[in-house]
């Protein structure tokens, strides 16, 4: 089956959330293959996460719902989906 590449972008629920921190609870959570930080105003920084899914109905919810269950995060959005060959 194939896998496709999951872009989440991921929201702290404010600008004192410690992002090391959330890092860790994400890579703990979902294993992803990439995070990087995305700075988007006033001091507030988003993490994009990538993850390769199987391309499977209800994968990539699974995802976001460990995401959110995540007491730090406000908001978990996806950015981009690319298949992979």
């Known amino acids: ?4 590449l999951v872009v989440f972008r991921i929201f ?3 600008v004192n959330v410690d992002l090391s921190e959330l890092e ?4 703990n ?6 995070i990087e930080r995305e700075p988007i105003a006033f001091g507030l920084v988003a993490l994009k996460a990538s993850k390769l899914v ?8 699974k995802i976001e719902e460990k995401l959110n269950s ?6 978990v959005e ?8």
Do not use: W
């Open 70 to 75: 995540i007491s730090s995060i406000s908001q």
């Open 54 to 61: 199987e391309d499977q109905e209800g994968e990539i919810q």
């Open 12 to 14: 702290p629920k404010s």
């Open 24 to 27: 860790e609870k994400i890579v």
């Open 78 to 85: 996806i950015v981009e989906i690319t298949r992979t060959l």
């Open 29 to 34: 959570s979902i294993s992803p293959e990439k």
């Open 1 to 4: 089956m194939a896998k496709v």
